[in-house]
């Protein structure tokens, strides 16, 4: 299916999904997960409307997205992946948010970057609900403590991220995640890809990352 009926399609699957939820009626960011796309499948998306773009690695999204963010100025580049200290730097100056802070360590390092750079970027804290050894994310007992350190050195922290463990249920990671969200008042949840986007609309997702299901299978 081409890329334009596809979105067509995900876009009234989205809008099925708000209508669904009891919850207060807010946007729903539908981001692309651009991993392992060229530029070309990149302007196909940017060209039907596709504003925000996810990519997992600091490297490949170097290689690939300064072109294009001069020539699409207004796109939005959100980082996925795991975020070495080290390259904190880069990643403040490529990206336009970091949803992928999992400890106290790396926080200081995008508050350090974000000082050098003279700018700031949202972040949203990376929560690994399933407690799965292989995933990123700060474990939940440990997410109260590290939003709290992220706001007490400054860092602007918007929401959370999660990814729910393959072969679960997902309803219960992202109800727990609204829950820890709403304990520290904070306003974007990023969860939801191809396969339970909807769910996580219902359930008050504010940014679903969507790759298969825009781009097709990776390969
Ligand atoms: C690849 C990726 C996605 C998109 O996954 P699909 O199942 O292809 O929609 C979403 N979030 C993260 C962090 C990813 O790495």
Redesign the pocket.
């Known amino acids: 299916m081409a890329i334009v009926q596809q979105v067509e399609m995900l876009r009234a699957q989205m809008e099925k999904a708000m209508t669904d939820r009891t919850l207060p009626r807010s946007a729903v960011t539908l981001l692309a ?1 651009s ?1 392992g796309q060229d530029a070309g499948s990149i302007e196909e998306a940017i060209r039907v409307g596709i504003t925000d773009f ?1 990519e ?1 690695r600091v490297q490949e999204a170097q290689d690939k997205w300064p072109s294009l963010k001069e020539k699409y100025p207004h796109i939005k580049l959100h980082l ?2 795991p975020l070495q200290s080290n390259k904190a730097r880069q990643a403040v100056a490529l990206f336009d948010s970091i ?1 992928t802070v999992d400890r106290a360590s790396l926080a200081n390092a995008l508050i350090d970057a974000m000082g050098k750079e003279g700018k700031t970027i949202p972040c949203l804290i990376q929560v690994n609900s399933g407690k799965e050894p292989q995933k990123a994310g700060v474990i939940p007992e440990e997410a109260d403590a590290l939003i709290m350190h992220c706001r007490a050195i400054g860092l602007p922290v918007e929401g959370l ?1 999660c ?1 729910p463990p393959v072969g679960q249920p997902p309803a219960p990671h992202f109800a727990y995640m609204r829950l820890i969200a709403e304990r520290h008042g904070l306003a974007q949840l990023s969860m939801g ?3 339970d986007f909807e769910t996580a609309i219902r359930m008050g997702s504010t940014c679903v ?6 781009f097709g299978e ?1 390969a």
Do not use: E, F, T
Request: charged share 25%; glycine share 16%; no cysteine.
């Open positions: 997960a991993k996810g997992n996925i992946g949803q991220m990814i890809m191809s396969d990352r969507l790759g298969r299901a825009l990776r």
